[in-house]
């Protein structure tokens, strides 16, 4: 019988062979070398992304980096105005990257529209105080019922109904 093996291999039953159980993102990687040859690429322009954000902090949350190549930085934004905004910038941003020890001669700004996401809407955080309620509540009751008063008793209806918490 054989010595066993170390924990990330197991025996191919079919052909006897050790077979790798880590079958994570990184072996893909090393297996490609395609895709291998891209990862210090990647690297760098997270680590230039973090310093373009430490230097223009609340305007490059809708930029990001999208390439360095022969000296040039290619930034993209979000829509116009804030490509306009960054322009303005663009002298600051690469005095400060040279400083960093980037090697950029230029700086280039495309308009990238991205796909919309929807941002959650706000929790409501207001609250009628309790007077007020009884108040809009003693007005809903005590209104006349004519076609005029309609809508307003119907308005005050929602409101009430969803300002007021059911009794248990």
């Known amino acids: 019988m054989s010595a066993p093996l170390p924990p990330p291999y197991r025996i191919n039953i079919k052909r006897g062979r050790p077979v790798s159980v880590t079958s994570g ?3 893909f990687l090393r297996s490609n070398d395609k895709i291998a040859s891209l ?14 954000e430490t230097i223009l902090s ?9 390439q360095l190549a022969d000296g040039q930085l290619v930034l993209g934004a979000s829509n116009a105005a804030v490509a306009t905004k960054l322009k303005q910038q663009c ?3 690469q005095l400060h990257l040279q400083q960093r020890g980037w090697q950029i001669n230029a700086i280039r700004i495309k308009v990238q529209v991205k796909r919309v996401i929807e941002k959650p809407l706000p929790i409501k955080q207001l ?3 309790k007077t007020a309620l009884e108040a809009l509540s003693t007005l809903e009751k005590n209104i006349e019922n004519t076609a005029q008063n309609a809508d307003l008793r119907a308005a005050l209806t929602r409101l009430l109904s969803r300002h007021t918490k059911p009794e248990k």
């Open 91 to 93: 002298p600051k941003l």
């Open 58 to 66: 609340s305007l490059f949350e809708l930029c990001e980096v999208m």
């Open 25 to 27: 993102a990184s072996d």
């Open 39 to 52: 990862l210090p690429a990647i690297q760098r322009n997270l680590s230039l992304q973090k310093d373009c």
């Open 127 to 129: 609250s009628i105080p």
